[in-house]
């Protein structure tokens, strides 16, 4: 498949930087905004402080750091960004051209935002390092990819593909708007572990699409970042 993530140029570099926010452009359509949560409540619009009104400090400080580096992303693009992001349930509807996603772990906050016309659905995924127990490991993954995790050595970890079915399930679902359950991927990662694919197995075939579709894993700062990107139909 064509597009932004060829491993050799898009791995998340590990420095930490001295800014709070650090910016990686993948490629010229393509950029990744990712730092610390903060708070970044006195950023954003009216009406996207009505919606966490209610919430607990830490909920206000992970939606308005997406939404910030959101916008920071768009503007890098060239994209208007004052406006409030509307949503659809909990995801973010983006101008008419842009794919995105946001993530977010107890700590970063991660938004990728791309205008590649070729692209139908970006997911992106953000998980501390080694933050799947073993639960979370029976209850996510097959039988086969237990079998996998058993066998990579230190290439793969349970929380590497977790965050991968994750960001599988944000492309996919911007696509086709249905529900995918975490038995009903299976994923194929090659032998370093940077790369994956997703195959469907449920009863939504739509969800199948999927398996036109590209991963990559990179670790930032203790802390695990997938990617997915789903083609167009049409392409």
């Known amino acids: 498949m064509n597009g932004p993530f060829r491993e050799d140029e898009c791995s998340v570099p590990a420095k930490a ?3 709070p926010a650090e910016v990686v452009a993948i490629d010229r359509d393509t950029v990744c905004v990712i730092g610390p949560i903060a708070d970044y409540t006195h950023t954003i619009t009216d009406a996207e402080q009505d919606r966490i009104a209610r919430s607990v400090k830490q909920r206000k400080w992970e939606f308005s750091t997406g939404r ?10 060239g994209v208007n960004a004052k406006a409030a992001l ?3 349930g909990r995801r973010p509807i983006w101008p008419k051209g ?7 772990s107890e700590l970063l906050g991660c938004v990728t935002v791309s205008r590649h016309d070729w692209l139908g659905g970006l997911g992106v995924d953000i998980e501390l390092a080694n933050a799947a127990t073993p639960g979370v490991e029976r209850l996510t993954l097959t039988s086969r990819e237990l079998a ?10 349970a929380t590497k593909m977790f965050s991968a079915k994750e960001a599988v399930f944000k492309a996919v679902n911007t696509m086709t708007d249905h529900m995918i359950g975490f038995q009903d991927v299976e994923l194929d990662f090659d032998q370093e572990a940077k790369c994956f694919s ?3 197995s449920g009863e939504r075939q739509a969800n ?6 590209a991963g990559l894993s990179s670790a930032y700062r203790n802390h695990v970042i997938s990617w997915f990107l789903v ?3 049409e392409y």
């Open 17 to 19: 930087e001295s800014h």
């Open 68 to 77: 910030y580096f959101a916008r920071h992303a768009l503007r890098c693009l």
């Open 86 to 88: 509307q949503t659809y």
């Open 98 to 104: 842009i794919c995105g996603s946001i993530s977010h």
């Open 148 to 157: 996998c995790l058993q066998k990579s050595g230190t290439r793969l970890s």
């Open 198 to 200: 997703a195959a469907y």
């Open 208 to 213: 199948a699409i999927m398996a036109c579709g």
């Open 231 to 233: 083609p167009r139909s």
